[in-house]
């Protein structure tokens, strides 16, 4: 797959147009009326709660870049700070609201960071390890928005069968269309710092055995969260083209850092976790039927 030419003056502007034209979801604009509040909660308390604790752990994300990659640029930091955080920040009170109206248990983010972070942190004041960090960065960033565009795809799609226009319109939709603007940041930076070659080779190849050691389905550390990934798999529809959605989400990877699949590959590693969680679902679904 060919890449866009990616330049940090591009990177900015498109960073500064997304703060101008995307300021965060105006709360007092949702509406959470649902026609059949109870079918709602069947068909989406999984994903929901899911998503909703994900977009709140936002918070402890920022925390950890600064604390994983001391010294960013000004357009980094700009995106994280000023425009992807408090965009995601009402994303997470936006779904934790909907849920609760709908009859769920508040949202339970997980805001303590990770000792692995902080060891991070403190190989990332060798500049050498620090750029390896940051392609991870930004490729993980890459993987994350993208699954976040089809879940709210689909779950957008759901609701409009359902006739849930209240809730589609205003909740979920606004939050639906900041998400392609943060797939866009992270590709265009991930694309520009390996076109400028800022990683020797050794660099891209270590990061490469990285990903595949370290790839983790994002906010599903624990069983109970693998499974409740697997509920956004499979309640979302997402599970039935599981491989084609995977090569999407990981696209940018795939093709930055293994010219030789030129992006076509789906890396056994990141299928065998998508299939992991959508079984522990399955299983969770058996025991209670
Ligand atoms: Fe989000
Ligand atoms: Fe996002």
Known sequence: MTQPRADAARILAHVERLGERHPPVDLATADYSARDADALRRRFAGP???????????????????????????????????????????????????????????????????PRIRVLGALSHLPVVHEVIRLLYYLTGAATEKSAMLAYQAMSTGLGEMGETAIKNTVVDPIKVQEPGHFAFYRLSATEMVQRGVLAPWQLHLARILRSKTF????????????????????????????????????????????????????AYALAAFRDAAELYHEKLRLAA
């Open 48 to 114: 929901l709660q899911y998503m909703a604790r994900v977009e709140m752990e936002v918070e402890r994300n920022v925390l950890e870049l600064a604390m994983m990659l001391p010294g960013v640029s000004e357009t980094d930091r700009l995106f994280y700070a000023d425009v992807w955080g408090p965009q995601e920040e009402h994303h997470g009170i936006l779904l934790d609201t909907l849920g609760q109206q709908l009859g769920m248990a508040p949202a339970t983010p997980d805001l303590t960071v990770a």
């Open 216 to 267: 983790g389905l994002v906010g599903a550390k624990t069983r109970e969260q693998r499974t409740q990934f697997g509920s956004v798999l499979v309640e979302l529809g997402l599970e039935e083209n599981i491989e084609h959605h995977l090569r999407d989400i990981v696209r940018v990877e795939t093709s930055l850092l293994d010219a030789r699949h030129e992006g076509l590959a789906v890396p």
